[in-house]
């Protein structure tokens, strides 16, 4: 009997530091819909107003500086949103019913270190991948872990980094880091 009592805690013993929690790294939102930030360009059209209707880049403070009515805060909103907080800006005694529509017209950059033979910034287009942005930087070096990346990306208001595979989506403003491979 105490043999079969040593023989169950030996087998139950090493299945218990099994059962310890392990750090997990926050997942990053592959597909949240995309924030307007500093960097980025915008179109705005102004239904019935030639004049308005014009490419905004987005300032330091999050803001377009726009006519009439001066910077209008879009940092953090969808395309939708800020047409309505530009909208709403030119009810404010400029216009009647302004109907607006904004669409980003060039994104803000993607960064990219580490193993790849151009680090730096780039130019983000729409539904880059990983591959795509190692790709822009020339590719990797002889001594690049091939086989994926750390993606740092900035989600409510914490940067949050995970380790991802070749065919991961990037959104602006990621930094990219392509690791060394240990022989």
Known sequence: MRWLTLITLALVLPLTACATPRP????????????????DTVKVTVYGDA???????IDDSGAVAFPL???VQVRGATTKQAAGNIAAALANGYMRNPDVAVEVAEYR??????EIKNAGQF????????RAA??????YTETADKGGAQVYRRQAGRM?????????????????VVGERWF
């Open 24 to 39: 997990v790294s926050r997942a990053i939102d592959v597909a949240p819909p995309y924030q307007l930030d500093t960097g």
């Open 69 to 71: 009515v001066g910077p």
């Open 109 to 114: 950059p993607f960064f990219i270190q580490g």
């Open 134 to 139: 190692i790709s822009a930087a020339g590719g």
């Open 160 to 176: 949050v980094r995970q380790s991802v595979n070749l065919d991961f989506p990037i959104a602006p403003g990621d930094t990219i």
């Open 51 to 57: 004049e308005l209707t014009d490419t905004y880049r």
């Open 123 to 130: 130019q983000y287009g729409y539904g880059m991948t990983i």
